[in-house]
């Protein structure tokens, strides 16, 4: 868990904001992109599982991984491509049922 903790902790040195300028105001936090997670009855520990957990499912962790150069496994290069290619898949199917919707507003249909 201290290696998730040291990863948040880099994300929020190098924004532009810093660590200081998240207890200035509403305003400012706001704008910091992040997750937030409370820590009920000092579980800590559970706390910090959770949000890896929400790292992993949001892709930070894969944006915080892109950061430095390392050997990437063939098996997270075969989930990775899977991914890209249902999304592109997804977004061409999208972008031919718009097409056929336009086109039949636009004859009147």
Known sequence: ?????????????????????????????QQ?????????DGRLEQALGFMQRIMQSSGIERLIKAGRTHHVKKSEKRVLARKNLERKIRSQDLARKLQSILTQKVRGL
């Not at 948040?8 to 400012?28: A, W």
């Not at 910091?32 to 009920?40: A, D, L, P, S, T």
């Open 1 to 29: 868990m201290n290696s998730v903790a040291r990863r948040v902790s880099t994300i929020f040195t190098r924004s532009s904001y810093g660590i200081n300028s998240l207890n200035h105001g509403c305003s400012q936090l």
């Open 32 to 40: 910091v992109r992040g997750i937030r997670v409370k820590v009920r």
